[in-house]
């Protein structure tokens, strides 16, 4: 395996490399030796039953979740862990903050600070991280508000916006570090069918700018929209991954055929 991941460290070929990461709960295997591959710029959609390790792997990323076997790497780069001889190391708490920072996550439940406003929400982590000063960071927070079309919410605590609006707030202060990836876990699940569409106009605006998304959704329709790779999991294994034709219009799979009867 030293080799295979020194290659992956010496090349930026790929925005995110996935390679037999495998995770267990007790005796409940989550993830099962999954490999993907996702290039710069992609959009990758995550679909499959609850429980087949949707969240896990993306929580993998960037090592929220840190992996029995295998290994991430994002930009060439390792996630959690460094190259110690013919084993990998565990990173340091902080080594791996720092990484972290460096990759946009977007909750399902939003996690906004509740005693801060939009604007602060969105300002805080380039201020905490020193990439920014205060006035810095405001000035890009008001930008990445107008963006989100929240430029009005500036001044507004989260518990004073709907559901959709705290999670544009959150797409907006996952934009403020400037990464490269951003990561989607669900996103619209805690929202009311009528704000699902506020958000996901927000992430496909991202999708259209170049930006490397990793979105897990059970959102059909718009993974068949915005989607370069859709990837089907189920039972901790990647079942199938390629275009939304193929795996949303001709899937290989019955399991494949028998989740997509059911959402579509």
Known sequence: ?????????????????????????????????????????QVAVLLGPSGGGKSTLLRTVNHLEKPDAGHVSVNGRL?????HGSRLKELSERAILAQRAEIGFVFQSFNLFPHLT??????????????????EAR??????????????????????LSGGQQQRVAIARALAQSPGLILF??????????????????????????????????????????????????????????????VLDNPRYRRTREFLSKVL
């Not at 010496?10 to 709960?25: C, D, M």
């Not at 939009?118 to 006035?135: I, M």
């Not at 927000?202 to 490397?212: E, M, V």
Request: net charge negative.
């Open 118 to 135: 939009a604007l602060e929400n969105v300002a805080a982590a380039p201020v905490a991280t020193g990439r920014a000063t205060k006035a």
């Open 185 to 246: 876990d669900e996103p619209t699940s805690a929202l009311d069918p009528e704000l699902v569409g506020e958000v996901l106009g927000a992430i496909k605006d991202l999708a259209d700018s170049g930006t490397t998304l990793i979105v897990v959704t059970h959102e059909v329709g718009f993974a068949r929209e915005i989607a370069d790779l859709v990837v089907f999991l189920d039972g901790g294994k990647v079942l199938e991954q390629g275009s939304p034709q193929e």
């Open 79 to 83: 996630i959690g862990v460094r190259q």
């Open 139 to 160: 000035e890009h927070a008001v930008e990445l508000l107008t963006r989100v079309g929240l430029a009005d919410k500036a001044d507004v605590y989260p518990r004073q």
């Open 1 to 41: 395996m030293s080799a295979a991941v020194q290659t992956q460290t010496q090349t930026r070929a790929a925005a995110v490399e996935i390679r037999g990461v495998t995770k267990s709960y007790g005796a409940l295997k989550v993830l099962d030796g999954v490999d993907l591959t996702i290039q710069p710029g």
